[in-house]
């Protein structure tokens, strides 16, 4: 009778810590996960790149249309992981931000992706700074998006901009390899770098 009451009670106790667990879980291990999930990170290779730019700074587009084949190659050959990091130094650029996040939210794949960012590029170039007008934009090039609540990447995004690598300038690109880190910073040198990569 007693080991009756005892696997019963310890039973209940088992399945009451397993829903608690759960319960408690997504302020740490699902948060992030979720989190992660929305990162415009792409790659399984073994060195970590994070490329910082904003998409009204002008070195910063050149940048990205010189180095695109290059990161594919890198991608495909399973060489690097990139995550771009989206600065928001220039007025309008949280917009451009936010919908690059949710394009990706809407289609998450590298090709993708890299059209987003050379069509929101385009964008700022042209100087649109509504948000109607971009949407439009973006929609006239066939980039559709899925809003969701983007709080979440913009707190990585911040861990990474002012703690973790303190970006003060764009073009920067970050390389962390065998567990030491580089900053690279302007067009050729941030080129140069991924080039030896290959």
């Known amino acids: 009778m007693f080991f009756k009451e005892y696997v019963s009670k310890s039973l209940y106790f088992h399945i009451?810590?397993?829903?608690?667990?759960?319960?408690?879980l997504p302020q740490g291990a699902?948060?992030?996960?979720?989190?992660?999930?929305?990162?415009?990170?792409?790659?399984?290779g073994n060195i970590k790149i994070r490329l910082y730019?904003?998409?009204?700074c002008g070195p910063c587009q050149q940048l990205e249309q010189q180095i695109e084949g290059l990161l594919k190659t890198l991608i495909e050959k399973h060489i690097i992981t990139i995550t771009f990091i989206d600065v928001p130094f220039s007025q309008y650029s949280s917009m451009y931000v936010k919908h690059f996040?949710?394009?990706?939210?809407?289609?998450?794949?590298?090709?993708y992706a890299l059209k987003t960012r050379k069509v929101?590029?385009?964008?700022?170039?042209?100087k649109i700074i509504e948000a109607n007008d971009l949407?439009?934009?973006?929609?006239?090039?066939?980039i559709y998006i899925k809003p969701f609540d983007e709080k979440g990447v913009y707190q990585i995004f911040e861990n990474y901009l002012n703690k973790e690598d303190k970006i003060n300038a764009t073009p920067t690109c970050v390389i962390i390899e065998d567990g030491k880190k580089e900053f690279f910073k302007g067009v050729n040198d941030i080129t140069n770098a991924l080039k030896r990569f290959i």
């Open 53 to 56: 730019t904003d998409y009204f």
């Open 101 to 111: 996040l949710y394009a990706l939210n809407k289609k998450k794949s590298l090709y």
């Open 16 to 24: 009451f810590s397993l829903l608690l667990f759960f319960i408690t």
């Open 30 to 44: 699902f948060a992030q996960e979720e989190k992660s999930i929305y990162l415009p990170t792409f790659g399984k």
């Open 135 to 142: 949407m439009a934009y973006l929609k006239q090039n066939n």
């Open 120 to 126: 929101l590029f385009s964008a700022a170039k042209e």
